[in-house]
């Protein structure tokens, strides 16, 4: 099966370990010298609706790709895990305070 560059932007990135939907293909990394295809990048999953950015791009291997479907690219990739930020204060800081007086 012959694939363009461009119809891989439209093919959606999942992950066969755990059936996991990585995202869309949103660019590829080449090889200059070579002329290979070096990785695929997904892009980041939105943060709350997109309104505060995205998450990283998950770069993806040549070597993890298993299968180049019509629809999908299987991949045999587990992405970095998403470093989670502590909570400070919020609203749960305000019902919490042992020193309110009423």
């Known amino acids: 099966m012959c694939c363009r560059i461009v119809e891989m932007k439209?093919?959606?990135?999942?992950?066969?370990?755990?059936?996991?939907i990585l995202g869309f293909v949103c660019d590829v990394e080449v090889d200059?010298?070579?002329?290979?295809?070096?990785?695929?990048?997904?892009f980041g999953r939105r943060r709350c609706f997109g309104l505060l950015g995205r998450e990283d791009d998950c770069i993806v291997p040549w070597e993890n790709i298993e299968v180049i479907?019509?629809?999908?690219?299987?991949?045999?990739?587990?992405?970095?895990?998403?470093?989670?930020?502590?909570?400070?204060?919020?609203?749960?800081g305000l019902f919490n305070s042992r020193d309110t007086q009423y």
């Open 69 to 92: 479907g019509q629809d999908s690219i299987l991949v045999s990739f587990e992405p970095p895990r998403p470093r989670r930020r502590k909570r400070r204060g919020g609203l749960s």
């Open 10 to 20: 439209d093919k959606q990135v999942v992950c066969i370990k755990d059936g996991t």
């Open 32 to 42: 200059t010298c070579t002329g290979k295809l070096c990785s695929i990048v997904v």
